[in-house]
């Protein structure tokens, strides 16, 4: 498996070639899409809406905590197409990566006109 490091470098890569492609202004399930097929082009194994199990005591809860992307079964992926990144974004990518113990996380906000502006990395 590779370092968190270079893993999240080929994850932002990979999504740079896509905001490249595609530019600012489509739903988030193009980007998905999109960059779905760039992470496959560079032999990174993924999982898509990734369904993460949640309990409460002894309670199983079907919530329906989705997961964009999981990379490596190692990075939580969270995409957005938004005005601008909130904290309410970044919270739920950290309840995502402490729930499904991801030591690793990326936000990414493809409506924005660089790329490297709409990109959190989060780090347990």
Do not use: W
Request: proline content about 3%; aromatic content about 8%; hydrophobic content about 45%.
């Amino acid at each position: 498996m590779i370092q968190h490091e270079e893993l999240t470098f080929n994850i932002r890569a990979a999504a740079t070639e896509v905001h490249i492609g595609l530019g600012p202004g489509l739903l988030e399930s193009a980007y998905e899409e999109c960059l779905c097929y760039e992470l496959s082009q560079r032999n990174l194994a993924f999982e898509r809406q990734l369904t993460l199990p949640e309990s409460y005591k002894n309670l199983k809860l079907n919530c329906g905590y989705r997961l964009d992307l999981v990379v490596e079964k190692t990075c939580v992926v969270e995409l957005k197409a938004v005005a601008g990144i909130s904290k309410v974004f970044k919270a739920q990518l950290l309840t995502y990566m402490k729930l499904g113990q991801f030591p690793v996380g990326l936000l990414i906000n493809f409506n924005v006109p660089l790329l490297k502006d709409g990109i959190v990395r989060l780090v347990l």
